[in-house]
């Protein structure tokens, strides 16, 4: 059965990787899917968090619009997966408008990997990564989506991948958002045991499926000197590491043979 996605790319994935994307429209298309990009901004869980419920209203009767034409919304993001079909339900509790519209909204949309298994069934992936990696779950993606066996039954199946369980996975990396701005000694305090549970499995990879997190883990970690790598879970569940991880500088681009640039330099001359 082919169906019709609208993608929601977020603003994370957007402005600091693509990649994550890309990855996830992979993956979709291997399932069958047909994905479309709308055009689209914030989902408005920024103004949510901050108290602004109008403002947040109405970014969400935007993104509800957008998506209108769409069979289901796939978002490679836990949070942003929450505020939809969580809280977008709430902002229009009690408006004979826009509850309905909200709630059918909330039903089509999906966390990636829990489309992949529990709408597409899913159960393997032809990707391959050598590594010994462990998975993160962020707080929106358990608590709100329900999201912790689907990927690491799909990553279980991801050839030369050793999956090692951390200690208190489940637990906050003190990201929240604006969170580990108004109290950075909180979410260092909090970040700093996440990343001393994350270097005590051994592992080189460190996984999950929300880009704040991701980012938020992966500062830490470089800050404390390990030597572990960050991906989104989409970018190995698609074969797709040819990027450098998260937070790690490009290398440097192959060198053209020197009469490649002796004939341009030419070209440019004449």
């Not at 693509?18 to 429209?25: D, E, K, M």
């Not at 462990?134 to 050839?159: F, I, K, M, N």
């Not at 996440?194 to 997190?213: H, N, R, S, V």
């Not at 938020?216 to 790598?229: E, F, P, S, T």
Request: net charge neutral; charged share 25%; with cysteine.
């Amino acid at each position: 059965m082919v169906r019709r996605i609208g993608l929601l790319v977020t603003c994370l994935v957007d402005l600091i990787r693509p990649s994550v994307g890309f990855a996830t429209a992979k993956l979709m298309e291997d399932a069958g899917c047909i994905v479309e990009v709308p055009r689209q901004s914030c989902c408005g869980q920024p103004a949510f968090n901050s108290g602004d419920r109008t403002a947040a209203r109405e970014i969400a009767r935007q993104v509800i619009e957008a998506f209108a034409p769409y069979e289901y919304v796939v978002v490679p993001s836990g949070s942003c997966a929450g505020m939809l079909k969580v809280h977008y339900p709430e902002l229009f509790r009690g408006d004979p408008n826009w509850q309905p519209r909200a709630d059918a909204f909330a039903e089509k949309t999906y966390e990636l990997v829990s489309f992949l298994v529990d709408v597409c069934r899913v159960d393997r992936v032809a990707a391959r990564v050598e590594a010994v990696a462990t998975y993160h779950d962020s707080c929106s993606s358990l608590r709100e989506l329900g999201v912790r066996d689907q990927p690491r039954r799909l990553l279980a199946t991801v050839q030369g991948l050793r999956l090692t369980e951390m200690r208190d996975a489940d637990v906050c990396c003190g990201f929240g958002g604006a969170f580990c701005v108004k109290y950075p000694e909180i979410s260092n305090a909090i970040v700093s045991k996440k990343a001393a549970a994350i270097a005590a499995t051994g592992a080189d990879l460190l996984l999950a499926g929300d880009l704040g997190c991701l980012m938020n883990m992966a500062g830490k970690l470089q800050r404390d000197g390990a030597n572990i790598a960050v991906r989104h879970v989409a970018e190995v569940l698609a074969g797709m590491t040819q990027e450098p991880a998260i937070g790690m500088p490009a290398g440097p681009p192959p060198c053209s043979p020197p009469h490649a640039a002796e004939s341009r330099e030419g070209e440019v001359k004449r």
